[in-house]
T-cell receptor, first 109, second 116 residues
Framework: GEDVEQSLFLSVREGDSSVINCTYT??????LYWYKQEPGAGLQLLTY?????DMKQDQRLTVLLNKKDKHLSLRIADTQTGDSAIYFC?????????FGKGTRLHILP | NAGVMQNPRHLVRRRGQEARLRCSPM?????VYWYRQLPEEGLKFMVY????????ESGMPKERFSAEFPKEGPSILRIQQVVRGDSAAYFC??????????????FGQGTRLTVV
């Protein structure tokens, strides 16, 4: 079935850039998403990219999509302590959104 | 415009009891999705409903779990005879259109179910 894979942990120093990577298997994806989950909270849609785009920039966030390799990445520039959270990569397949297991971003002082 | 409202936020049930989780979608949204998040896991799709219809229940366990989205009122996820393995966070999302054609499904804060 459809699958979304991402690394589970990432540690980054405050002020550096964070890059979270994701791979997916479905070739008919329409939208790919990045969601943020803070402790004890719900999911917040951070950004999304349409499958015919290869890059999208939104303030400190840059999404890169390599459709050939089915690889998606999220870059957070100038990482702040408030960016500490779990980041979920997600794919739209049929009528569902399929999530990865999430990457826990830890900010080092 | 209130967001997706889920209640209760926390629910404790003894093994064998029933759990009812409620989700009120955003105003104007007629599509509801339920997801389950086990500890240290991602979100797993359970069921997709439109008003009065179940569209896709491929992620629902075959027994004890049911969902509805009546014409009036919130969507309900019902778990009968709960077991410890049902302990998880249950998230509801709503969208105006089908998720595949809509850029955004809005998520609620979740209901954290603990079975003791």
């Amino acid at each position: 079935g459809e699958d979304v894979e991402q690394s589970l942990f990432l540690s980054v120093r405050e002020g550096d850039s964070s890059v979270i990577n994701c791979t997916y298997t479905d070739s008919s994806s329409t939208y790919l998403y990045w969601y943020k989950q803070e402790p004890g909270a719900g999911l917040q849609l951070l950004t999304y990219i349409f499958s015919n785009m290869d890059m999208k920039q939104d303030q400190r966030l840059t999404v890169l999509l390599n459709k050939k390799d089915k690889h998606l990445s999220l870059r957070i520039a100038d990482t702040q302590t408030g960016d500490s959270a779990i980041y979920f990569c997600a794919d739209s397949v049929d009528d569902k959104i399929i999530f990865g297991k999430g990457t826990r971003l830890h900010i080092l002082p | 415009n209130a967001g997706v409202m889920q209640n209760p936020r926390h629910l404790v049930r003894r093994r064998g009891q029933e759990a009812r989780l409620r989700c009120s979608p955003m105003k104007g949204h007629s599509h509801v999705y339920w997801y389950r998040q086990l500890p240290e896991e991602g979100l797993k799709f359970m069921v997709y409903l439109q008003k009065e219809n179940i569209i896709d229940e491929s992620g629902m366990p075959k027994e004890r779990f049911s969902a509805e989205f009546p014409k009036e009122g919130p969507s309900i996820l019902r778990i009968q005879q709960v077991v410890r393995g049902d302990s998880a966070a249950y998230f509801c999302a709503s969208s105006r259109d089908r998720a595949v054609t809509n850029t955004e499904a809005f998520f609620g804060q979740g209901t954290r179910l603990t079975v003791v």
